[in-house]
């Protein structure tokens, strides 16, 4: 069965510093996808960035990066100088074929000024 | 700018008393999603459309119906709200086929139905 896995339901950073939050993904499947999205508290969901199973480069867009590691099956968010704003849930999904979603369970993130 | 509406962004309804919830997309998608998400959760599937190919989740309870009467516009039917169903419901879209993989789902901002 497909399974994603966030292990750090809350973290902290401090402003303009850069965090990593975890996602590990269980998947027999050989073709599929990585998605990061952030849901404020006034409940959007954001899409952030995707990473394909077959892309041999991690993924970018602006100060998100995503930390592919195929054979370890994980897909870490990297964000890069942290602002206030960036205070949100933040959800790790995997599509299966025909483009549903997984959700891991999400992470909390507070960014301290 | 194209984008996925959702209205209302609240609902309050009484227990037992018939609640639509509308979605709206201008992004000529062909797929559309119905999520439900209670505080503290990840956003659970109820139902999708493939064009108006209507795909039930096996464990989305009958008291949850949708329709999709064009490619714009998908609406979330509680027959018989329960104080259960209290949560946010999000709509999604994607562009999508059979097979894909790689389309990332666009959510409007969702709808915080409250029961009384």
């Known amino acids: 069965a497909q399974k994603i896995t966030q292990t750090q339901p809350g973290m902290f950073v401090q402003e303009k510093e850069a965090v990593t939050l975890d996602c590990t993904y269980d998947?027999?499947?050989?073709?599929?996808?990585l998605f990061w999205y952030k849901q404020p508290s006034s409940g959007e969901m954001i899409f952030l960035i995707y990473?394909?199973?077959?892309?041999?480069q991690n993924a970018t867009e602006g100060r998100y990066s995503l930390n592919f590691q195929k054979a370890r099956k994980s897909a870490n968010l990297v964000i890069s100088a942290s602002q206030l704003g960036d205070s949100a849930m933040y959800f790790c999904?995997?599509?299966?074929?025909?483009?549903?979603?997984?959700f891991g369970q999400g992470t909390e993130l507070s960014v301290k000024p | 700018d194209a984008m996925v509406i959702q209205n209302p962004r609240y609902q309050v309804t009484q227990f037992g008393k018939p609640v639509t919830l509308s979605c709206s997309q201008t992004?000529?998608?062909?797929?559309m999603y119905w999520y439900q998400q209670k505080s503290s959760q990840a956003p659970k599937l109820l139902f999708h459309?493939?064009?108006?190919?209507?795909?039930n989740e096996a464990d989305t309870p009958d008291n949850f119906q949708s329709r999709r009467p064009n490619t714009s516009f998908c609406f979330l039917d509680i027959r018989s709200p329960g104080l259960g169903d209290a949560a946010m419901y999000l709509c999604?879209?994607?562009?999508?086929?059979?097979?894909?993989?790689?389309?990332?789902?666009?959510f409007g901002d969702g709808t915080r139905l409250s029961i009384l």
């Open positions: 992004l000529n998608h062909n797929v």
């Open positions: 999904a995997m599509t299966r074929k025909g483009g549903k979603l997984i």
């Open positions: 459309y493939y064009d108006k190919d209507f795909n």
């Open positions: 998947t027999s499947d050989q073709s599929y996808g």
């Open positions: 999604a879209t994607s562009k999508s086929y059979p097979g894909g993989v790689n389309q990332p789902q666009h």
């Open positions: 990473q394909g199973s077959y892309d041999e």
